[in-house]
């Protein structure tokens, strides 16, 4: 993941999509894995052990990863290999620290054969930087309980402002897709907010990227695109639930990484690849 700080009003712009491809991939990696970096107890982390058990074939082949790799920043590895009935049905297994604890967790979307996808959270079990505990799961949601059902993530950031972040992701983004906000609390994973009417992948598609973030003053906000991948949608997250309000229309599909930074009189300025008419530029308030 990568966070870059824009301008003097600070904002960040949390971009899902790694620049990982200029890495080289550690042997045993998902061919299109990307390496996700970590500021405190972790180093790396990576999706390895390829399989083709699934075979939903949601994200451009029908290849998931059988185990999450992590590395420790005093450079020991781990590796957590799930059991023949999961898969990790992602390409980026996202080092964060949820809590501001300076300790990292991992997240990542889990998928069952018989039930569909869930979100999970994994960290180092024990001693942090030795890795002698190795990698456990902390947490995970419920799965969506339907096989060939999938998430995917939108965002991880403070969208309250209770200096807790939240996990946002779209539930089913290819058939009428729900936005959740997710946090950690005491070891379990609590679903803070949800509202219909979201999309941020398209099936068969390779990028998962189609959101951005932008960190504002006290509270994060949320960039994605509605269920037609055309018009996009500015999402708070409040006391009250998920606010959110349409900023425009593209004149075609979302399908590429959306990327923010501030414009004149602190408006945010969206770059949206789309379908058929190249990189469109958004503006939406800040607040
Ligand atoms: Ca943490
Ligand atoms: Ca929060």
Request: glycine share 12%; aromatic share 6%; hydrophobic share 40%.
């Given at each position: 993941?990568?966070?870059?700080?824009?301008?003097?009003a600070?904002?960040?712009?949390?971009?899902?999509?790694?620049?990982?491809?200029?890495?080289?991939?550690?042997?045993?990696?998902?061919?299109?894995?990307?390496?996700?970096?970590?500021?405190?107890?972790?180093?790396?982390?990576?999706?390895?052990?390829?399989?083709?058990?699934?075979?939903?074939?949601i994200l451009?082949?029908?290849?998931?990863?059988?185990?999450?790799v992590?590395?420790?920043?005093?450079?020991?590895?781990?590796?957590?290999?799930?059991?023949?009935?999961?898969?990790?049905?992602?390409?980026q297994?996202?080092?964060?620290?949820?809590?501001?604890?300076h300790?990292?967790?991992?997240?990542?979307?889990?998928?069952?054969?018989?039930?569909?996808?869930?979100?999970?959270?994994?960290g180092?079990?024990?001693?942090?930087?030795?890795?002698?505990?190795?990698?456990?799961?902390?947490?995970?949601t419920?799965?969506?309980?339907t096989?060939?059902?999938?998430?995917?993530?939108a965002?991880?950031?403070?969208?309250?402002?209770?200096?807790?972040k939240?996990?946002?992701?779209?539930?089913?983004?290819?058939i009428g897709g729900?936005?959740q906000?997710?946090?950690?609390?005491?070891?379990?994973?609590?679903?803070?907010a949800k509202?219909f009417?979201f999309?941020?992948?398209?099936?068969?598609s390779?990028?998962?990227?189609?959101?951005?973030?932008?960190?504002?003053?006290?509270?994060?906000?949320?960039?994605l695109p509605?269920?037609?991948?055309r018009?996009?949608?500015?999402?708070?997250?409040?006391?009250?639930?998920?606010?959110?309000?349409?900023?425009?229309?593209?004149?075609?599909?979302a399908?590429?990484?959306?990327?923010?930074k501030?414009?004149?009189?602190g408006?945010?300025?969206?770059s949206?690849?789309?379908?058929?008419?190249?990189?469109?530029?958004?503006?939406?308030?800040?607040?």
């Amino acid at each position: 993941m990568r966070f870059s700080r824009l301008g003097a009003a600070a904002f960040a712009v949390f971009a899902l999509q790694a620049s990982a491809f200029a890495d080289q991939l550690p042997e045993g990696a998902l061919p299109d894995a990307a390496i996700s970096r970590g500021k405190n107890n972790l180093k790396k982390a990576w999706l390895a052990r390829p399989t083709t058990r699934y075979g939903h074939g949601i994200l451009g082949d029908a290849i998931e990863a059988g185990s999450l790799v992590a590395v420790t920043s005093c450079g020991h590895k781990m590796e957590f290999i799930l059991d023949k009935d999961l898969v990790f049905e992602d390409r980026q297994a996202r080092i964060v620290d949820l809590e501001g604890d300076h300790y990292d967790e991992v997240v990542v979307v889990e998928s069952s054969l018989d039930h569909g996808a869930a979100l999970s959270v994994y960290g180092p079990k024990g001693a942090t930087c030795s890795a002698a505990g190795g990698l456990t799961r902390i947490a995970r949601t419920p799965f969506i309980g339907t096989r060939n059902r999938w998430l995917n993530p939108a965002g991880i950031a403070d969208y309250d402002g209770d200096g807790i972040k939240e996990i946002a992701i779209v539930v089913t983004p290819h058939i009428g897709g729900t936005l959740q906000f997710w946090a950690l609390r005491e070891g379990r994973l609590v679903l803070k907010a949800k509202k219909f009417g979201f999309s941020n992948h398209a099936i068969g598609s390779r990028e998962q990227g189609l959101s951005a973030t932008v960190d504002g003053a006290g509270h994060s906000l949320l960039f994605l695109p509605g269920v037609d991948r055309r018009s996009i949608f500015r999402v708070k997250l409040t006391l009250e639930g998920i606010k959110s309000h349409q900023i425009g229309t593209l004149p075609s599909e979302a399908a590429g990484q959306i990327t923010a930074k501030t414009g004149s009189g602190g408006k945010v300025v969206l770059s949206v690849p789309t379908q058929a008419h190249g990189v469109v530029e958004l503006t939406g308030a800040a607040n």
